[in-house]
C-alpha cells in the first residue's frame, strides 16, 4: 500500500516536471550609435523643478544603451496570443513622478492588473494618458497626493502617459491580455517566465527603433533568442 503511494506520488512529480513551462530569456544590442541624449532644458525655467537640479539637468532616456551596446526598455511578448490574462490577480505596478520625471519610462502590464500612479513630488502633477484602444482620461494629482490606480480592459503597445504641466514627462505603458511579456533591463536581458511548451512568434518592440520578430519554438527547458537593432 506504502509503495504504491509512494509510486503514485513519484508519478505526478514526473508529469508535473514534464508538464512544466519554459522560459524565454535573451539579449537585445543595438547596433550603431543611438542619438545622444539631450538636457531637458524646460526645468530650468520652471520653479517648481529647477531647484531639484542644482549640479545639472536630467536627459532624456529615448534610448538606454551600455557600453557594449546592451539596449534596455525593449518591450518582448509573445504574439498570437489573447484572452489569457491573469491581470486581475497579478501583483500591482507603480510609476512614481520623482523630480518631474516618469520613473520607469517605459513599463509593460496585462490587462485588468492595477497599475499605480505616485506624485513623489512636492508639486501638482496632470496625469493625462493618451491611449489608442482604451478610454483616455485626464487627472490631476497633487503633490504628496493619494495615488492614481488605472486598469486597462484592452490591449495596446505603448499606450502614452503624459503630464499637462510639465511636457517632458513622459511614460509609455504596454497592455498585453496575457501574461507572456518582460521589459529588457540595463544589461539589454529580458525573461519571459513560465511559457507552455510550443511554437510561437517572439517580439521585440521599442519606441523608436521599432519592432523585430522571430519564431522561436519553447522547450520544456525554455528557449534562448536575442534580437540585436540597429539604428538607421
Ligand atoms: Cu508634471
Same mark, same amino acid.
Given at each position: 500500500?506504502?509503495?504504491? @503511494? ?7 512529480? =514526473? ?7 519554459? %522560459? ?11 542619438? =545622444? ?15 531639484? $537640479? ?8 529615448? $534610448? ?8 534596455? %526598455?525593449?518591450? @518582448?511578448?509573445?504574439? #498570437? ?20 520625471? $516618469? ?40 503633490? #504628496?497626493?493619494?495615488?492614481?490606480? $488605472?486598469?486597462? %480592459? ?16 513622459? *511614460?509609455?505603458?504596454? @497592455? ?9 533591463? *540595463? ?22 527603433? #521599432?519592432?523585430?520578430? =522571430? ?7 525554455? @528557449?534562448?533568442? %536575442? ?6
Amino acid at each position: 500500500m506504502k509503495k504504491s @503511494v509512494l509510486s503514485l506520488t513519484l508519478g505526478l512529480f =514526473a508529469a508535473a516536471q514534464i508538464a512544466s513551462a519554459g %522560459d524565454i530569456t535573451g539579449t537585445i544590442t543595438l547596433k550603431g550609435t543611438a542619438p =545622444a541624449a539631450k538636457e531637458i532644458t524646460p526645468i530650468k525655467d520652471d520653479p517648481n523643478c529647477a531647484p531639484l $537640479y542644482p549640479n545639472g539637468l536630467p536627459k532624456t532616456k529615448f $534610448y538606454v544603451v551600455g557600453a557594449n551596446g546592451e539596449l534596455a %526598455d525593449v518591450v @518582448v511578448s509573445l504574439k #498570437g496570443i489573447s484572452g489569457q490574462s491573469t491581470g486581475a490577480s497579478a501583483a500591482p505596478v507603480t510609476i512614481d513622478q520623482k523630480g518631474a520625471l $516618469y520613473t520607469p519610462q517605459i513599463l509593460a502590464i496585462q490587462t485588468g492588473q492595477k497599475l499605480i500612479v505616485k506624485n513623489s513630488d512636492s508639486f501638482v502633477h496632470n496625469v493625462h494618458t493618451k491611449p489608442t484602444a482604451n478610454p483616455e482620461s485626464n487627472q490631476v494629482q497633487m503633490g #504628496g497626493g493619494p495615488d492614481l490606480t $488605472y486598469t486597462f %480592459d484592452k490591449p495596446e503597445p505603448f499606450l502614452k502617459f503624459q503630464c499637462d504641466v510639465h511636457p517632458w514627462m513622459f *511614460a509609455w505603458v504596454s @497592455v498585453f491580455d496575457h501574461p507572456y511579456f518582460a521589459v529588457s533591463g *540595463a544589461d539589454g536581458k529580458f525573461t519571459i517566465k513560465n511559457v507552455p511548451p510550443g511554437k510561437y512568434t517572439l517580439e521585440a518592440a521599442h519606441r523608436k527603433l #521599432g519592432v523585430q520578430t =522571430a519564431e522561436i519554438e519553447v522547450k520544456a527547458d525554455g @528557449v534562448a533568442q %536575442d534580437f540585436s537593432f540597429e539604428v538607421k
